[in-house]
């Protein structure tokens, strides 16, 4: 049995001291063993790099939900309706504020995001970092 699949099995390795439990469909199992044979590579290390991978992506994710946490509600609604693709004025019109209080608003979001190493500075690189997200629930526009 390969380590990859002792791994997931469950089965103890020599001295460790619990098993591993994880549900791990065979497909998943015979896509790990594809790709090592395609990269020549052990299976070993093509769990050990999809983990890191995995994990570093996870850190990501919640340094950016720590960093939309730290957001005003107002901040909040303003990043939300720039990341659906609304222009400062559409969403001045939509929250019924000046275009210069949005233009604030996002400096203060710019800034927040970068403090964590985003390098958020402008519009299209909050819309990028975001992207993954679902803001259709903030979008008044659409409401309207």
Not at 21 to 41: C, F, H, K, P
Not at 91 to 106: D, Q
Not at 126 to 142: H, K, P, Q, V
Request: charged share 30%.
């Amino acid at each position: 049995m390969s380590f990859f699949k002792r791994f997931f099995s469950g089965k103890k390795k020599k001295g460790a001291d619990s098993a591993r439990r994880y549900n791990l469909d065979e497909t998943l199992i015979d896509i790990v063993s594809d790709m090592a044979a395609r990269q020549g590579r052990s299976e070993e290390e093509i769990v050990a790099e999809l983990m890191k991978s995995g994990l570093n992506q996870q850190g990501l994710e919640d340094r950016l939900w720590e960093c939309w946490e730290s957001l005003t509600a107002k901040e909040k609604q303003t990043t939300a309706l720039t990341c659906l693709g609304y222009t400062n004025r559409q969403i001045a019109y939509l929250l019924n504020v000046s275009p210069e209080t949005i233009k604030a608003r996002l400096r203060t979001v710019s800034y927040k995001f970068s403090l964590h190493r985003f390098q958020v500075r402008t519009k299209s690189d909050l819309r990028l970092l975001l992207e993954s997200w679902d803001f259709s629930r903030w979008d008044i526009g659409a409401q309207r």
